[in-house]
Each structure stands twice: as structure tokens, then as C-alpha cells.
């Protein structure tokens, strides 16, 4: 049995090598603008645990959308009805809860029911960017390839629990803590890339209290295709990529193109190989970070601690010289 499940932990964290991931799929129940219930999915990678609907204990002053606490074996976990802030109506109630961890935190979210478990290539996996979803989801799946007309709308848990659970996951970047801005040669940026809205919106709170001038994108493939730019540009001004970008910052999960593809693509390349490349993940754990260094990145860090990457970036850069 352990045996079984080590070979399927081993088969899943090879997946991150290979451009693909594991959703699992999940019902929330009726939409009331469609009538009908939609799939939605998170990576595997995150869900720690799948367990019946336990009973939950109402915390007096709770924010909308929270449901209260479950003891899971001695920790207290906050309960997030995913339902409700998807706006979505369960017809027999909360079944399941799944404990996740995201971004140095451990979680519950109640759901309607679990359906599957899909393999997908990321280039399945669509930027769901500017649709009607109120940032909630961050890309839509294509289920059965490129024809498929059965979709499931990937959710930006970040923007989520930032949004229900502000004290724990909103994170002020203070200026003083990131420590002295930190210079790079004039006219290059730093390279980011991250599918979360919220994120995004992190990162350039950080790098800007870094004094480090940056270019951003919301997928793998846009800054793999921003590089090749970048690259051809350079060239014609007789100039080298190096003096265009310092470094790379990189979230793993990314639809098109996930973060090990791209730092693969990357340190492959002659033309970018010596570039410093951080990735910066909810996706912790030690199999991750094996990955890491195995794609050739020159630092992995946990979201979200502003000074963490700050320290991680002031690391990279500093090889360059």
C-alpha cells in the first residue's frame, strides 16, 4: 500500500517536468445565472487531504463566506465556503471538505462533490484573464483537448483567500523590512511571470520597494515569447539579452506554459542560460524543490513573505557579479 502510494507521489511529481498537471475536479452546485452546475478544479499538487463534510464549529464574528473551524487531528483549520463565493448553490449541501495548503497556510473549503481526477497538458489550461469572473479564476481547462467543449474554470485560490480571510493572507510589503534598493544595469528589468492577479499585484509592490524596474507577464509561454523578443531586439542593437533582463522571476502553475518548462527553456538555451532564474510558488514541499534544481533555477521561494523574496532576488543578482 505505502509502496503504491510512494509510486503514485513520484508519478505525479514528475508530471511538474513535463509540462503537465493533475486537476482535481469539483462541483459547487447550481449557478443561478446558468442554471445549471459548472466543474471547477484546483492542482492536485495542493489538495492534502479529501475528507467527508465534518461538523463545523461557527466562530462568532467570522467574515462572509466563513464557515467556521474544523478540528482535523488535533489542528484547527478555518472552513471556507467555496460555494458561496463562487456564488453557486449546493442542491444536498457541503459533502467534502479539501484540506489544502497554499502559500504557507493549511485550509479547508467545503464543496459540493469531488468528481475526478484529469492529466492535462498545460497547454490545455487557458488564461481565463479579463473574463466576468470577478479574478477568481485564473485560467479555464479544456477537458478533453483542443475541440472540447467541456471546460473547467481553474480557481485562483490566492485571490480567494485573500479576499475571505484578509488578515491572514493580505500582505503589506513595508519598505524598511525589504531593506536598500538594489541596483542592476541600466536599461535591464527583471522578467516576472504569475497567473494570479493578486500575486501580480505583490510582486510589483515588492520589486518597486526594491527599486528594481520590471516587465510583466501572466504566462509562462508570454514570457518565453517576451524573451525571444527581447533577444531578436537586442541583437539588432548589438547588445545581449543580458543587458536587457537581470533576472527571471517565475510562479510554477501558469496556463500554456507552466514555471519548469519555462526555467527548462531557459537554461537550455545558450542564449539564456546565464540568466538568473527565481521561481516563486504556493507550491511548496520537497519534491518541488528537487524539481527546482533540476530545471536549473538559481533560487525557489515560498509565496507570500515580501523580505523572503526580496533576500532571494538580492541573492540571484548578486551572482551576476
Not at 504566462?219 to 537581470?246: H, M, P, S, Y
Request: glycine share 6%; charged share 20%.
Amino acid at each position: 500500500m505505502m509502496q503504491t502510494m510512494q509510486q503514485e507521489i513520484d508519478e505525479r511529481t514528475n508530471l511538474t517536468s513535463s509540462n503537465k498537471l493533475e486537476l482535481l475536479l469539483f462541483r459547487l452546485g447550481n449557478d443561478p445565472l446558468l442554471g445549471r452546475t459548472e466543474l471547477f478544479g484546483i492542482n492536485v499538487f495542493k489538495v492534502r487531504e479529501i475528507i467527508p463534510m465534518p461538523t463545523v464549529t461557527a466562530v462568532a464574528g467570522s467574515p462572509q463566506h466563513m464557515m467556521g473551524v474544523v478540528d482535523l487531528r488535533g489542528q484547527i483549520l478555518p472552513v471556507i465556503d467555496l460555494s458561496g463565493v463562487c456564488n453557486c448553490t449546493p442542491s444536498n449541501g457541503h459533502q467534502i471538505l479539501l484540506i489544502t495548503e497554499y502559500a504557507r497556510t493549511t485550509q479547508a473549503f467545503a464543496v459540493e462533490s469531488v468528481e475526478d481526477i484529469v492529466r492535462l497538458e498545460w497547454r490545455q489550461v487557458l488564461s481565463a484573464e479579463g473574463n466576468a469572473a470577478s479574478g477568481m479564476v485564473t485560467s479555464i481547462a479544456r477537458l478533453d483537448g483542443e475541440n472540447s467543449d467541456r471546460l473547467a474554470q481553474v480557481l485562483d485560490v490566492e485571490t480567494i483567500l485573500r479576499q475571505v480571510m484578509p488578515s491572514t493572507s493580505d500582505v503589506e510589503v513595508d519598505p524598511e523590512r525589504i531593506g536598500p534598493k538594489v541596483e542592476i544595469k541600466p536599461g535591464s528589468v527583471i522578467l516576472a511571470a504569475d497567473d494570479s492577479l493578486v500575486a501580480r499585484t505583490m510582486i510589483e509592490e515588492g520589486l518597486t520597494a526594491m527599486g528594481l524596474p520590471y516587465q510583466m507577464c501572466k504566462t509562462g509561454q508570454e514570457a518565453w515569447d517576451q524573451l525571444q523578443a527581447i533577444a531578436v531586439k537586442a541583437q539588432a542593437e548589438g547588445k545581449t539579452v543580458n543587458d536587457r533582463i537581470a533576472l527571471v522571476l517565475t510562479d510554477l502553475e501558469m496556463p500554456e506554459m507552466d514555471g519548469f518548462t519555462l526555467t527548462r527553456n531557459i537554461k537550455q538555451d545558450p542564449r539564456f542560460s546565464s540568466i538568473p532564474v527565481v521561481i516563486h510558488s504556493s507550491l511548496t514541499g520537497s519534491a518541488n524543490e528537487a524539481h527546482v534544481r533540476k530545471v536549473g533555477a538559481d533560487a525557489y521561494v515560498a509565496k507570500f513573505v515580501a523580505e523572503d523574496l526580496a533576500n532571494a532576488l538580492r541573492q540571484a543578482l548578486r551572482t551576476l557579479h
